[in-house]
């Protein structure tokens, strides 16, 4: 089964038996599952999903993979292809009044973007398995005041239990990327681990904030927020950004 990775399209196919070993058993998938594959390339990890699962869903950009795929997946399962951008996609008409459990090797070029809009419709999403840049798992996962820890940390720990599962080096992709990848489970909160009484003024803040870490807080966020302001919400106004946890960022928001 030939094809040639499309770069436009940030194509890396897992080949790795031992790594897609792992990657099932960390999903563990179960059949009436809800299961949403987003970039399933060949089918290195769709077709023991398949086999497990029985039902599956993939989202694929790639008209050119999909006839790969259906040959490949014939009599393992039931696969429903939608041919299509995972940015653009709806997820609640695929849960069928149920949860969805999102799988893939998401594009390192539009990780971020896919990861915003998966959770902002996390109300049908039970949980996500993605294999993204070890370095974009790092600052998802980091704790207050390490260099990888940013804006990517605090909104999504407003939103989902990040939990690092295990790395995988290049030489298990075809074409190697550049890069060292990782692993990932995000389970999204039933109910927020704090209050946000708006989301937008919430991620106005952090975004402003973290374009100007390394500043004191009350000047990072000058125009946003007065001193008295953050004082109300019991921070300290000459902390720097990158020491604050989400929990101070949502206070900020609420108080303002």
Known sequence: MQHRPRKRFGQHFLHDPRIIGRIIAAIAPKPGQHLVEIGPGLGAITLPLLEQAKSLTAVELDRDVIP???SAARDKG?????????????????AAGGKIRLVGNLPYNVSTPLLF???DQADCVQDMHFMLQKEVVQRMAAKPGGK???RLTVMLASRCKVEPLFNIGPGAFRPPPKVDSAFVRLTPY???PFPIHDRSRYA???TQA????RKTLKNAVAGLLDEAAIVAAGIDPTTRPETLSAADFARLSNGS
């Open 68 to 70: 790969h795929l259906e």
């Open 78 to 94: 039931e696969l429903r292809i939608v041919q299509g951008d995972a940015l653009e996609v709806a997820l609640a008409p695929l």
């Open 117 to 119: 809009h998966f959770l």
């Open 148 to 150: 990888e820890y940013g």
């Open 190 to 192: 039933a109910s927020p």
């Open 204 to 206: 106005q803040i952090v």
């Open 210 to 213: 973290f374009s100007h870490r």
